[in-house]
């Protein structure tokens, strides 16, 4: 398939009425979102093209036929060996499951990564690939769709030093923390709590913004906030994060977040 046609494709299926209402900018307060966020490792850069063709030729379209948007990202720095990552965006449990099911009997499917899934092993497309699952937070059930400026995504991941602590900084963020985000300027794409994957237990979430500069800034209002400051001296936010990983990305051509 070309590129062309599977752009095309894209922009009828996002129009259509059988695109699942969540992910399509409607809100439903009583259904949170899944989020399947994979990191593809590579042993060099030759691999990302093979990824890129199967992903934009199978997969995509795929998951557009059953409603589902799917965000690609590059690492901001560029490095080598490159790695890639894939966001998933699910309605609910059901469909997660009901979805990877069916990419072992869809024959359209398979026929269109056919090229992909028999590649030869001595020439692997991938080293390995992580898969972090994740449940919506309450307090933004709901994908959110980024501007089209968008140019930067900040994906961060908090550890705690067990569950309790971790139940605690959820209730911070969908009790205090969320709004003061949006009223600063750190744009929420997704929260969710780690159901399954590395660094449990621990919630992720992802941002974006426009570039680097404005990153820096809204973080700087953030953290010199008054609202802030009150917040994170409150005994019942006490040692909520261990830890704090973060990593900036950037949109591939073809990502659809």
Known sequence: MKRRSFIKGSAAIAATATVNPLVAG????????????????FS???GTGQLKSYLVEALIPFMNKKGIKVGAF???SLEEPPTQ????????????????????TDKEYQQ???????????????????????????GIPQ????????????WRTYESYNEDAGKRKIEMFN????????????????????????????????????????????????????????????TEYANTVSKVNKKFLIP?????I
């Open 26 to 41: 409607q809100t439903n307060s009583d259904i949170k979102n899944i989020y399947e966020l994979r990191e593809y490792h």
């Open 44 to 46: 060099g850069s030759g």
């Open 74 to 76: 590059g690492e901001y």
């Open 85 to 104: 990552y894939l966001l998933f965006v699910y309605p609910d449990f059901k469909a997660f499951f009901e979805i990877r099911n069916e990419t072992d």
């Open 112 to 138: 269109a990564a056919e090229t992909y899934l028999k590649s030869d092993p001595s020439k692997p497309v991938f080293e390995r690939y992580e898969t972090y699952l994740m449940e919506a937070f309450e």
């Open 143 to 154: 994908l959110k769709v980024p501007d089209k400026s968008r140019g930067l995504f900040e």
């Open 175 to 234: 009790k205090e923390e969320l709004p003061l985000f949006e009223k600063v300027g750190l744009h929420p794409v997704f929260f969710g709590k780690i159901l399954a994957g590395k660094k449990m237990p621990a919630l992720s979430y992802l941002l974006w913004f426009k570039d680097m500069e404005e990153r820096t800034t809204n973080w700087g209002k953030f953290t010199s906030s008054p609202e802030w400051n009150t917040m994170r001296n409150k």
């Open 252 to 256: 591939l051509d073809y990502s659809q």
